[in-house]
């Protein structure tokens, strides 16, 4: 089993920051693929970002140049993903879900573990 915890989130005026952090932990994900998605009201849920347990990242067009996202392995049972937000628009508004997918090259698709989510409000 494996429960994601995310933290961060929050209010924050156009051309601001949040960052976002999401634990995992419990067994049998050492290789996996961690990502955040996000889901504004009245529209489909969206990949955002993911980052591989070797690094490998991918970005939604929409928030590549503005968005970073990043992991710490550091500890076998416990792998943290972040994701660092800059020049937030209105339209980054949404509520903001961590995921992790098993496996070496997992398939897209809105499958796997999901955390809670967290509300990211952005106002102009």
């Known amino acids: 089993q494996v429960q994601l915890v995310e933290s961060g989130g929050g209010l924050v005026q156009a051309g601001g920051s949040l960052r976002l952090s999401c634990a995992a932990s419990?067994?049998?994900?050492?290789?996996?693929?961690m990502g955040w998605y996000r889901q504004a009201p009245g529209k489909q849920r969206e990949l955002v970002a993911q980052?591989?347990?070797?690094?490998?990242?991918?970005?939604?067009y929409s928030v590549k140049g503005r968005f970073t996202i990043s992991r710490d392995n550091a500890k076998n049972t416990v792998n943290t993903v972040y994701l660092q937000m800059n020049s937030l628009k209105p339209e980054d508004t949404a509520v903001y879900y961590c995921?992790?997918?098993?496996?070496?090259?997992?398939?897209?698709?809105?499958?796997?573990?999901w955390g809670q989510g967290t509300q990211v409000t952005v106002s102009s």
């Open positions: 419990g067994s049998g994900f050492s290789i996996n693929t």
């Open positions: 980052i591989s347990s070797g690094g490998n990242t991918d970005y939604a």
């Open positions: 995921n992790l997918k098993t496996g070496l090259a997992p398939a897209a698709g809105l499958y796997g573990y």
